[in-house]
């Protein structure tokens, strides 16, 4: 069933992706502004099952470093050559779009495509993920897939490979050599292929959670957790940040809880698992998010400083990654060598 979004629920739906980012996957606010002209709206969102299943589709993202967007805007039609490029190569036009990305401000991308193509109620993560390998239209080894992506001053490469982790090292190369961040596109599939092959109604989800939020964001903090369909797993004061000494993009967020609980939030690009008094209680694909306890505000682990009071909840993963073993593999803390924080399969 078709559902119309409304500029007035822009905001709920940034909310709600912001959740869904597990503290990574950027800051929404670049895309809310960059939606809000009343002439973009409304925008029908379609479910999978509404459309010709032989329709081609893309999916769009920004990737690399979320803090240079916002220093360095991107321009007015960012995916357009990344868009012409995959069309050249697969001789057709691809007249739907969905997000790569469904956490951070990814999930809001397919909107700014929404004028041309027709929008479609699925992503590939259904969270914030580092990883273009861990898309998962890769995950599935669905083929024919082709990416491409800006290198900078107006040039596009483009990449197709069976290998999901050839594809992740060359766009991330190329991503850097264009400054450090910018569009990607995938293309080469299908509305069918996401029938199986992807993460259903994030949006919809997103903005049912943003919501969600928006209505209880003043209630005690179990409240707030139970009308997210989550629950509270700490609060406290952040007493330390540590590098963990294996990797030195994984940190070690300690938490003095208000009963006097030793607690740990693990964070990489996105927040990994939560431990209490050593004991693991939560971790990815589970969705990690942690507010600032006082404003309620939705933090990004660059946010977790020394002396913030902070409060943790657990939303319940996407289906999707536990559906096999397979894809469980690919988003636990173990594809990072962090094997013990692994949960119970």
């Known amino acids: 069933m078709a559902t119309t979004l409304e500029l007035a629920q822009l905001p709920a739906l940034a909310r709600g992706f912001a959740l869904l980012g597990s503290g990574g996957g950027g800051t929404t606010t670049m895309l809310e502004l960059a939606l809000a002209a009343p002439d973009r709206w409304p925008i ?15 999916g769009a993202a920004f990737v690399g470093s979320t803090m240079l967007l916002g220093e360095r805007l991107p321009g007015e039609a960012p995916f357009a050559p990344l868009v012409a490029a995959v069309e050249r190569w697969l001789g057709v036009r691809v007249p739907a779009v969905c997000s790569l990305e469904g956490g951070g401000l990814n999930g809001l991308t397919p909107l700014a495509l929404a004028d041309e193509r027709v929008v479609v109620d699925a992503d590939l993560t259904g969270r914030a993920v580092p990883g273009l390998d ?3 239209l890769l995950v599935d ?3 024919g897939i082709v990416a491409a992506c800006d290198t900078g001053a107006g040039g596009v490469a483009l990449v197709q490979t069976d290998r999901a982790v050839d594809l992740e090292r060359v766009i991330r190369s190329a991503t850097i050599q264009a400054g450090g961040a910018g569009g990607t596109v995938f293309a080469g599939f299908t509305v069918g292929d996401l029938v199986e092959h992807s993460v259903l109604g994030g949006t919809r989800r997103a903005l049912e959670l943003g919501l969600a939020f928006q ?3 003043s209630a005690p903090l179990e409240q707030l957790a139970a009308s997210l369909g989550g ?5 406290g004061r952040i007493t330390a940040v540590d590098a963990d000494a294996r990797d030195a993009h994984v940190s070690s967020v300690e938490i003095a809880g208000l009963g006097g609980e030793v607690q740990r939030v693990i964070t990489r690009s996105e927040s990994l698992a939560f431990v209490s008094d050593g004991r693991l209680e939560s971790s990815a694909p589970a969705i990690i998010v942690v507010l600032d306890a006082l404003s309620r505000d939705i933090l990004e682990v660059t946010d977790l400083m020394l002396a913030r009071n902070v409060a943790v909840l657990e939303l319940p993963a996407p289906e999707w990654w536990h559906a096999s073993p397979e894809r469980l593999a690919r988003v636990m803390p173990s594809v990072y060598g962090l094997a013990e924080l692994d949960a119970a399969r």
Request: some cysteine; glycine content about 6%.
């Open 44 to 58: 029908t969102l379609h479910d999978v099952d509404e459309l010709d299943p032989g329709t081609p589709c893309l």
């Open 231 to 235: 629950r509270v797993l700490g609060e």
């Open 141 to 143: 080894r669905v083929p």
């Open 134 to 136: 861990q898309m998962s």
């Open 215 to 217: 209505a209880a964001v």
